[in-house]
């Protein structure tokens, strides 16, 4: 199968020679899972929902909810058959249309991604589609309760999908380590990478001149992308290592630990017991609760009483660091 296909598109915006792994993870059987669930939902039908843990569930709710609003009396169509799309050669589906509103939703769970090219390329194709000039791509993350709204004009959308295709296609193309690495199915095997888990690897050999490397900006940015490779195989390696141990195997210095699971017990249960041990204690004990589930709750149970703004505290900023690039390993620092 061709990795050139809508979903793929941010992925080969960066890394040209990005492949799918043909074995779906636990993240994207639940993504499909939620999918489905979302779709059925906006068909009148909720056969999906006993799959769903109560906190899915109500993810699913907030997004058809989203839907609905954003689509007022208009028709949605939300079939799959119904929100297939063709563009540049390319095929797709996008999660819910509203052809009157020139709009589609797509759901998304987990953290905030880039989807511009994925979103570029439903919305090229729905405005071939329909007749339209420009089409809004609404992102709807299920689990942070978010909205993205991503505008396009038909110039534009053609722009961006067109920019990848001949990325793709260029004959002289290069692998990109980046954050897909660890969802390729080259990654064990890909040129890019090996270089910078060997750089990884020689750092712990001896001599290693720590106080060298972090002297200089261009050897310690080097030093931290290969620590970054070496990591994630070092977790794929720990992996295949545990199943080995599991079957019976045998791994020379190591060994399967097994360890007893905790203790807890379930909200039902403490909700039972709430009054008579005192609401103030029990939620202290439970900790603080996030500023947009709390924002659900109220919405969900104060029937259009204002939301208190002024409950809303506000942690101070971290500072975390994010690799915007992505150093040659062959090319010599200075």
Not at 91 to 117: I, S
Not at 188 to 213: H, N, S, Y
Request: aromatic residues 8%.
């Amino acid at each position: 199968m061709s990795a050139l296909r809508p979903s793929n598109l941010p992925k080969l915006a960066v890394c040209p020679c990005y492949e799918g792994s043909a074995t779906a993870g636990p993240a994207a059987e639940r993504g499909s899972l939620l999918d489905a669930a979302f779709r059925a939902e906006l068909t009148g039908s909720a056969l999906l929902r006993d799959k769903l843990s109560s906190e899915e569930q109500s993810a699913v709710s907030w997004s058809v909810s989203v839907v609905r609003s954003i689509a007022g009396r208009n028709r949605i169509l939300a079939r799959e058959e119904d929100c297939r799309t063709r563009m540049l050669g390319l095929e797709g589906t996008a999660d819910a249309v509203v052809p009157a509103r020139l709009t589609h939703f797509d759901l998304k769970t987990g953290l905030r991604r880039n989807y511009r090219e994925q979103m570029a390329a439903y919305s090229l194709g729905l405005m071939e589609a329909h007749f339209a000039d420009s089409w809004t791509a609404h992102l709807l993350y299920c689990d942070l309760r978010e909205i993205e709204s991503l505008p396009f004009t038909h110039a534009e959308a053609r722009e961006i999908v067109e920019a990848v295709i001949v990325h793709v296609e260029n004959p002289h193309r290069e692998p990109v380590p980046c954050e897909y690495c660890g969802w390729c199915a080259k990654a064990d095997t890909c040129p890019a990478r090996r270089p910078l888990a060997a750089d990884g690897l020689r750092a712990v050999q001896i001599p290693f001149d720590f106080e060298a490397v972090v002297t200089d900006p261009a050897e310690l940015g080097r030093f931290l992308a290969a620590c970054a490779v070496v990591e994630e195989f070092s977790e794929r390696a720990k992996t295949i290592a545990v199943e080995r141990l599991k079957s019976g195997g045998e791994l020379p210095g190591w060994k399967l630990v097994t360890r007893q699971g905790s203790d807890f017990v379930d909200a039902v249960t403490v909700g039972h017991h709430i009054q008579a041990m005192g609401f103030g204690p029990v939620l202290a004990a439970y900790g603080t609760l996030s500023a947009s589930k709390f924002r659900e709750l109220w919405t969900e149970r104060m029937g259009g009483k204002p939301f208190p703004e002024e409950a809303v505290k506000h942690s101070p900023p971290i500072s975390y660091l994010e690799q915007n690039s992505k150093p040659n390993p062959n090319k010599p620092t200075s």
